[in-house]
C-alpha cells in the first residue's frame, strides 16, 4: 500500500472513530407509511407473494384481520447500514450482516419513522493484509404512537479498492436447460405453512425446515428487491413464473442461461469489476430481506417473527443461487422457537448464515 493510500485509510478511520455514538442520517426513507401500495411493491421485490401481505380478503379471514407487512418492509423506512465518515478515498463497501428484533407486527396504514446512531467502530487486517474499517450502525423504528416497532444493527466493512484488482474473482455461472428445470421445479414446489397454524407444541429441537431457493441473480432481482415505492415488478422466482405465462415478455441472458425479462438487459461488468467483484453482486440488505420468506413461509400466519440475524459469507454474483436450509435449534417458554440457517451457493459455498426467533401459537 501506497504512503497516499495508506494517509487515506487512516484519514477515514479517524474520522469514523470521531462518529461513534452520534445519530446520523445519510438518506431519507423510501417510505413513511405502510401503505398498501408500498407494501405490494416491496413484498414482490423480496421474491414473496405471501397473501397475508396482498390480499385483504384473505387477511381478513387471519387472526391479524387485515394485511400485514413482510417483517424486512422496515429498511425501506430507513436503510440499516452506516458507511462512516464521508471522505475522499477509493473505498469499497461490504455489508457483513443485518440483524432484526421485532416487537410488533407492522399492518397496513401504519405511519412509521427510524433514527440511526454509529454504535461502533473497529479495525481487522485479513489474510492478504488488507485493512478493514468495520462501522456497526444501531437503527429503531417506531409507528406513529410513538412505541418501538423494531430495532436493528447493519455490519458495513470498508477497505480501499486498490486499482482493478478483484476482492472476488471467479466465473459466471451459466445453467444449461437441464438445469434451469430443475429450477423451475423447486421454485413450484416451494411451500407455505399459511393459515394452517404451526403450533408450539408441533415442533422440536432438530425438525428440518422446507428448502427455499433464490437466484439465480440477475439485475432485476437488484432493481426490484427494494422497489417498495413507484411501479411494481416482479424479479426472482415470481417474475420467472410470470415469463412462462408470456414468453413473448423474454429474453435469454447470455452469461447465465436464464430468460429474463426483455427490459433488464443492462447489466454492467465493468462498472461491478471497478467495484471489485466480477460481475454485478447483491448487498446484505438484500440478502437479509430476502431470506425473511423462508422464515415467514414456514411460521404461517399465526406465527411471529421476534429475531433475525442473516450473516453474508459470500458475495452473490450475478447468475448465483442459493438454497437456504435450517432446522429448530431449541425451544423456550411463551411459545419461543429458536432456528439455525445456512444458504449454499450454487459451488456449495456457504454463502449465507443466521440465525432466528419465531413466537408460535400454542394449541391452549
Known sequence: MTDEAEAQIEEFATQSRALVGKEVRERGPWNNEASLDAIRHFANGIDDDNPLWLDPDYAAGTVHKKIQAPPAFLVSVLYPILHGAPVVAPLSSLIGGVSFEWFQPIYAGDTLRAHSVVKEMFEKTNKAGRRLIFIIGEFTYENGQGETVATATGTMIRTLQEGSSLMYDREVTHYDEAAIA????????????????LHWEDVSPGDALPSMLRGPLTIGDMVAWNAALGPSYRAGRLGYLDLLKAPHNAVITPQIGLPVKNSQQHEDFTLAAGRGMPGPFD??????????????????DAGFLKKLDCQVRKP????????????????????????????????????????????????S
Open 182 to 197: 430443475e429450477i423451475e421445479a423447486e421454485y413450484r414446489a416451494e411451500k407455505r405453512t399459511g393459515s394452517d397454524p
Open 283 to 300: 448487498n446484505g440488505v438484500m440478502r437479509f430481506a430476502w431470506v425473511t420468506p423462508y422464515i415467514t413461509n414456514w411460521m404461517g
Open 316 to 363: 452473490m454474483i450475478y447468475g448465483d443461487t442459493i438454497r437456504y436450509t435450517g432446522q429448530v435449534s431449541d425451544k423456550g417458554e411463551g411459545g419461543s422457537v429458536e432456528i439455525e440457517f445456512t444458504g449454499l451457493n450454487q459451488l456449495g459455498e456457504v454463502a449465507s448464515k443466521g440465525t432466528a426467533e419465531v413466537i408460535l401459537p400454542a394449541k
